[in-house]
């Protein structure tokens, strides 16, 4: 099974930036969607940005594009996700994601790391 652990979460102050990174282990498929998920209280889980590992072309949802910025390391075995300009709305816990082969738009992945949280205060 493939294994997710993330970093970097914490506290900063609105318009402040993060980085998250996300690292995998146990990849049994020869292609994987990577992707960032988010859930804040009493809200759904969201997807907010996917990268294949076979041809790097990334997603964003509107809530994030622009801002968010997701890669991968050269070995596809660390994600980031770089977010800057951060807004007390992006506050939630965030979770790394993958799942075998090409279909990245789906909105349940195989695999989720433990999460790291995110607060933004005003």
């Known amino acids: 099974d493939v294994q997710l652990v993330e970093s970097g979460g914490g506290s900063v102050q609105a318009g402040g930036s993060l980085r998250l990174s996300c690292a995998a282990s146990?990849?049994?498929?020869?292609?994987?969607?990577l992707a960032w998920f988010r859930q804040a209280p009493g809200k759904e889980r969201e997807k907010i940005a996917y990268?294949?590992?076979?041809?790097?072309?990334?997603y964003y949802s509107d809530s994030v594009k622009g801002r968010f910025s997701i890669s991968q390391d050269n070995a596809k075995t660390t994600m980031y996700l770089q977010m800057n300009s951060l807004k007390p709305e992006d506050t939630a816990m965030y979770y790394c994601?993958?799942?075998?082969?090409?279909?990245?738009?789906?909105?349940?992945?195989?695999?989720y790391g433990q999460g790291t949280q995110v607060t933004v205060s005003s």
């Open positions: 994601a993958a799942d075998p082969g090409d279909y990245c738009y789906l909105t349940e992945y195989n695999y």
């Open positions: 146990g990849y049994t498929a020869n292609r994987y969607c």
């Open positions: 990268v294949p590992t076979s041809d790097g072309g990334t």
